[in-house]
T-cell receptor
Framework: NAGVTQTPKFRVLKTGQSMTLLCAQDMNHEYMYWYRQDPGMGLRLIHYSVGEGTTAKGEVPDGYNVSRLKKQNFLLGLESAAPSQTSVYFC?????????????FGPGTRLTVT | TQLLEQSPQFLSIQEGENLTVYCNSSSVFSSLQWYRQEPGEGPVLLVTVVTGGEVKKLKRLTFQFGDARKDSSLHITAAQPGDTGLYLCAGPRSAKIIFGSGTRLSIRP
């Protein structure tokens, strides 16, 4: 099993450009999440999904959109990138059932917006 | 409002020393988790504590959940350079996880 994978690993964008980050998981998890991690800010939740076809806003959703068309994939879109979106982006998934929502993270995407 | 406060924020100690990291909240959690994140990688789940007063051991790491389920601690015995990383506590809230701000641990050889 690959677990959680993220594509791409690195990306440099110019201000105003758009891009999509792809997250895939092969653990049949219902829940998926997108976080950003900035120095000194810890992990902040952008959007999350509790099942195929459903999404919800997290702590810092502005400037991002998401889609969950298939259970195993969760896409994060930036329509018009801004320098403030320079960060490391992590995708995670979790199973339901225990109520603990233990997170399984991908390796991250390092995004720089110039 | 930070629901989970971790202390200390930074810790640099010599190899072989012992250390304790704390995770505190004013709210009750049904469980608390600890993750370790190494540079350039995603966080990895170390343990989940579920019952108040529970103690779990993972080799030289000992995790404890407070009796009131509002706090947790991580104790490392005889720290090694491989223990270096960012340690995060986290607790569930609905379908989401609340993360603490983390403790950055550096072990000097």
């Amino acid at each position: 099993n690959a677990g959680v994978t993220q594509t791409p690993k690195f990306r440099v964008l110019k201000t105003g450009q758009s891009m999509t980050l792809l997250c895939a998981q092969d653990m049949n998890h219902e829940y998926m999440y997108w976080y950003r991690q900035d120095p000194g800010m810890g992990l902040r939740l952008i959007h999350y999904s509790v099942g195929e076809g459903t999404t919800a806003k997290g702590e810092v959703p502005d400037g991002y959109n998401v889609s969950r068309l298939k259970k195993q994939n969760f896409l994060l879109g930036l329509e018009s990138a801004a320098p403030s979106q320079t960060s490391v982006y992590f995708c995670a998934s979790s199973a339901t059932g225990t109520g603990s929502y233990e997170q399984y993270f991908g390796p991250g995407t390092r995004l720089t917006v110039t | 409002t930070q629901l989970l406060e971790q202390s200390p924020q930074f810790l640099s100690i010599q190899e072989g020393e012992n250390l304790t990291v704390y995770c505190n909240s004013s709210s009750v959690f049904s469980s608390l988790q600890w993750y370790r994140q190494e540079p350039g990688e995603g966080p990895v789940l170390l343990v989940t504590v579920v019952t108040g007063g529970e103690v779990k051991k993972l080799k030289r790491l000992t995790f404890q959940f407070g009796d009131a389920r509002k706090d947790s601690s991580l104790h490392i015995t005889a720290a090694q350079p491989g223990d270096t990383g960012l340690y995060l506590c986290a607790g569930p809230r609905s379908a989401k996880i609340i993360f603490g701000s983390g403790t950055r641990l550096s072990i000097r050889p």
